[in-house]
């Protein structure tokens, strides 16, 4: 059911509506720094440094050294403003994206004339052209490599097959009309394209959109073996909405890109050139990063050669901040759509739902909700969790729970933990497995079973009640009463 969802501004507008989900301000705000300092006490919640919280996402109206422009932050950032965005509730978000891949509604392309985002056209020939002028993009810390588009739909497409696909990178404005852009090894159908065309001599055209529906973003997380390569994850997107992400012909490549954004950055991914990330700033930090640490600075990433900037008529430039819950939302949302589609095929029935945790930023923790039927369900739980760890590669911790707890409250699940689990014969440790290189622990040097910096040892806890004990384990059953009839206007606001 269409929400009226179809790009930023309608999905603010939507904000608008929804009581303590947008907040604005007229307060001129540097965006170096001090504007996700600021958010950071607002809204920005997640593996954030506290002291933070979960709150409304925040809309800059004033923005130093960008008059024309406005910044949001923390749009994605509260599970329950994500499910409003999409039109479903919180609880139903990972199976609303596992149908959206099964039944993708492939983007279409309109005429230059029709999109929004070419309305404002700067180009690198132009006199003065300088990104870093054109599009206001925060610096998260005093610490970071530079300025970074956090929200960029990075968008390209195959050298020889034509296949296109859209993913999100850490890119950092390094010059007037040069970014660089971050690959994760293997985690992206964009690098093995990128890979492709330079073993051909060949630059890779990419353009950046910036300001886009949350559905987009949402789906563009979306990771193999879920969505392989080849698969458009704008399709996804094309599932949540009902109707086809338009796109449209770049002006100075040979690209797409999303036709009502509010900022497109069209450039090249330059053959065989190379930039260390924090050459501007030296302090061998890159950003925050999900996992709740500054990333350290590449010294050697790709870059892409700036070709032009466009953008709508007083357009709004959307930023996250990296360990925050928006973070956790976007990538762990997918995620739970992806373990749910992969149990599902293997045990019917049996995973009630799954829930990307806060802690694990969206990729490290799941919390898997497994009902017992029968005594042969007894053990199924553990062999979920496994194939939790071969569908999502990234994923370090798995916590099994029964039907009766509340995935969603993490007070709920350490009660569980701690009333349901042996510590002896319920953790289930796989050492020597490979994961993700930001987790600061998967090195060699935390432990001797690690060979390679980003291999960590997986860990299945099983917080579920062992079926021929259920009888024992009986929650307290509270009379079930309407608590509006004594406190109405506490319960109706």
């Not at 720094?33 to 607002?42: D, I, K, Q, S, T």
């Not at 100075?252 to 924090?278: F, S």
């Not at 739902?353 to 199924?380: C, H, T, W």
């Amino acid at each position: 059911m269409s929400n009226g969802v179809i790009d930023l501004r309608s999905a603010l507008d939507l904000l608008k509506t929804l009581p303590n989900q947008l907040v604005e301000t007229d307060v001129e705000v540097d965006p170096s720094a001090e504007l996700a300092g600021v958010y950071r006490h607002v809204g920005a919640a997640g593996t954030v440094a506290r002291p933070t919280q979960l709150g409304p996402a925040m809309m800059f109206n004033n923005v130093k050294g960008h008059p024309d422009a406005k910044v949001v932050i923390g749009v994605l950032s509260d599970r329950a403003r994500v499910a409003h965005l999409l039109g479903t509730t919180p609880d139903k978000l990972g199976f609303l994206l596992r149908d959206s891949v099964k039944n993708p509604i492939q983007p279409i392309t309109i005429d230059n004339s029709k999109a929004k985002c070419q309305e404002v056209v700067y180009k690198a020939t132009d006199p003065g052209f300088d990104i870093r002028k054109i599009v206001p993009a925060p610096t998260n810390t005093p610490e970071d490599a530079g300025p970074y588009i956090t929200l960029g739909m990075c968008y390209a497409s195959d050298t020889e097959t034509g296949e296109s696909d859209v993913t999100i990178h850490r890119l950092c404005l390094q010059s007037k009309d040069e970014i660089t852009m971050f690959f994760t090894p293997g985690a992206r159908h964009l690098g093995a394209f990128r890979e492709k065309a330079e073993a051909l001599g060949k630059p890779l055209p990419i353009s950046i959109s910036i300001g886009v529906d949350p559905a987009i973003e949402i789906g563009a997380c979306f990771e193999p073996p879920t969505t392989p390569i080849g698969y458009n994850e704008l399709a996804v997107a094309g599932a949540i909405r009902g109707q086809a992400v338009e796109l449209t012909p770049c002006l100075t490549i040979d690209e797409k890109c999303i036709a009502n954004a509010e900022y497109v950055i069209e450039g090249e991914l330059v053959v065989g050139e190379r930039m260390r990330e924090d050459i501007n700033s030296n302090t061998g930090k890159a950003m925050p990063e999900f996992p709740g640490y500054t990333g350290p600075a590449n010294p050697a990433v790709p870059v892409i050669k700036v070709k032009c900037v466009t953008t709508r008529k007083h357009p709004i430039m959307q930023t996250c901040i990296g360990p925050s819950e928006e973070h956790v939302n976007m990538a762990g949302i997918p995620t739970e759509a992806s373990i749910i589609d992969m149990v599902e095929k293997a045990m019917p029935g049996r995973l009630l739902n799954v829930y990307a945790a806060r802690p694990g930023g969206g990729k490290f923790l799941a919390i898997m909700q497994f009902k017992k039927s029968v005594p042969s369900d007894e053990g199924r739980q553990r062999q979920a969790a496994l194939l939790a760890f071969s569908t999502f590669s990234e994923l370090k911790q798995v916590i099994l729970v029964d039907e009766d707890v509340d995935i969603f409250d993490l007070s709920d699940v350490m009660w569980a933990m701690i009333t349901r689990m042996q510590a002896d014969i319920d953790i289930i440790n796989i050492p020597g497995v490979r994961c993700h290189p930001l987790d600061p622990s998967n090195d060699p040097s935390c432990s001797y079973t690690i060979r390679d910096h980003g291999i960590a040892c997986k860990t299945i806890f099983d917080a579920t009640i062992p079926f021929n004990e259920k009888d024992r384990f009986h929650r307290a059953k509270f009379m079930d009463v309407d608590p509006t009839k004594w406190l109405p206007d506490f319960f109706n606001k």
